[in-house]
C-alpha cells in the first residue's frame, strides 16, 4: 500500500466556495483509505509550516494535486504555498537544487529530483467545457490538451524526480455541470491508478 498525500489548492472565495474540489479530496481520502492506503490532506487555509510540509513529502509515494484552474493555472494559494514549500526543499528534500554540476552548467537543468520513486496526479475542476480541449478549431486552447495547458505543473513535480499518474479533469463544472458523472469517473481513475 502506498503513503498518499492529497492536496486541496482551492482557496475560497465568494465566486466559488470550493465544495466540489473539497468533495473531491474527501471521496479520494476515503476510497483510497478503504483500500488500505495512508492518506494525509492538506488544504491552504491549514497552518503551513515548511518543515512540516516537506516531512509530507518524504513520507508520501504518491501525491494528489486537487485544484480548480483559475485564469489558466493553480490558484495564488497554492502558488504561495509552492514558493515556500518548494523553495525549502531545494536542500536536498524535493530537490538537490537543479542538478547542474560545475562541470556542465549548461546541460541537465532540473535534474537534482530528489523524490524520485514517488508518482503524482493533477486533479483540476474546469469552467471550460471538455471540447474546449483537443480541438485544433477550439480558439482558445488551439488544439492543446489538459496537460499543455498545465506543463508548467508537470515540469514543477519533474524538477522533483516525480513521475506522472494519468491527469483528471471534471469540466464545465459552473455552467453545465455532470457532478454525478463526474465523480464515477473519479473513483475508476482512482481504482486504476492507485
Request: aromatic share 12%; hydrophobic share 40%.
Given at each position: ?104 552548467p549548461k546541460k541537465n537543468y532540473g535534474t537534482g529530483g530528489a523524490r524520485t520513486n514517488t508518482k503524482y496526479m493533477l486533479s483540476f475542476t474546469f469552467n471550460a467545457p471538455e471540447e474546449s480541449f483537443n480541438d485544433e478549431n477550439e480558439y482558445l486552447f488551439e488544439g492543446r490538451s489538459v496537460d499543455d495547458l498545465m506543463f508548467h505543473m508537470h515540469a514543477n513535480f519533474r524538477f ?35
Amino acid at each position: 500500500m502506498s503513503n498518499i498525500l492529497i492536496i486541496n489548492a482551492h482557496e475560497p472565495s465568494p465566486f466559488s466556495q470550493g465544495k466540489l474540489n473539497a468533495a473531491l479530496v474527501e471521496k479520494a481520502r476515503q476510497q483510497l483509505s478503504d483500500k488500505g492506503h495512508q492518506v494525509r490532506v492538506v488544504t491552504m487555509q491549514d497552518d503551513i509550516i515548511v518543515d512540516e510540509q516537506l516531512e509530507h513529502f518524504e513520507w508520501a509515494d504518491r501525491i494528489i494535486l486537487q485544484s480548480p484552474v483559475n485564469w489558466m493555472t493553480i490558484p495564488w494559494s497554492f502558488k504561495k504555498y509552492m514558493d515556500d514549500v518548494f523553495t525549502g526543499g531545494m536542500g536536498g528534500t524535493l530537490c538537490n537544487f537543479d542538478g547542474r554540476s560545475a562541470d556542465e552548467p549548461k546541460k541537465n537543468y532540473g535534474t537534482g529530483g530528489a523524490r524520485t520513486n514517488t508518482k503524482y496526479m493533477l486533479s483540476f475542476t474546469f469552467n471550460a467545457p471538455e471540447e474546449s480541449f483537443n480541438d485544433e478549431n477550439e480558439y482558445l486552447f488551439e488544439g492543446r490538451s489538459v496537460d499543455d495547458l498545465m506543463f508548467h505543473m508537470h515540469a514543477n513535480f519533474r524538477f522533483f524526480g516525480m513521475s506522472a499518474l494519468p491527469t483528471f479533469a471534471c469540466y464545465d463544472v459552473m455552467k453545465n455541470a455532470d457532478i454525478d458523472n463526474d465523480f464515477k469517473r473519479f473513483a475508476a481513475h482512482l481504482d486504476e491508478n492507485f
